[in-house]
């Protein structure tokens, strides 16, 4: 395949991933984070709980919501690695993927001052 070829191609499928991306920024319901989330030192609160076994862990009950009022399905996963920047220094990764996909109530920005009334929304959802 000619390099032309292979950069059109490479064209077509990033736009047709961004389109996901580009409707879930667009979405005119914002969802609301769960209340309470984990507190991690030195960034604060986080609003989210991290289900899984270990001392880094909720436990395996632990909400694996973000966001509040959602019905759908949820999936998450973690992986662990190294990563090594241009200086040769390695770093521990960790991270946390998870995505929803289903109908959910959420906020709709409705006052010029910040108000927001609740509103009904579907969406798919990838936190990273």
Avoid at 7 to 15: E, F, G, T
Avoid at 57 to 85: C, K, Q, S, V
Wanted: aromatic share 10%; net charge negative.
């Amino acid at each position: 395949m000619a390099n032309g070829s292979k950069l059109v191609s490479a064209l077509w499928i990033l736009a047709l991933f961004t389109l996901p991306l580009w409707a879930q920024v667009q979405a005119p319901v914002q969802p609301v984070p769960i209340p309470g989330g984990d507190l991690l030192a030195p960034f604060g609160l986080f609003n989210q709980f991290f289900p899984g076994v270990g001392s880094m862990y909720d436990g395996l009950n632990a909400e694996p919501h973000g966001i509040t009022n959602f019905r759908g399905i949820t999936a998450m996963g973690y992986t662990t690695g190294t990563a090594t920047d241009q200086a040769g220094r390695t770093y521990n990764v960790i991270t946390d993927v998870r995505v929803y996909q289903g109908d959910y109530v959420g906020a709709v920005a409705n006052e010029p001052a910040g108000g927001t009334k609740s509103a009904r929304g579907h969406c798919t959802f990838v936190e990273i």
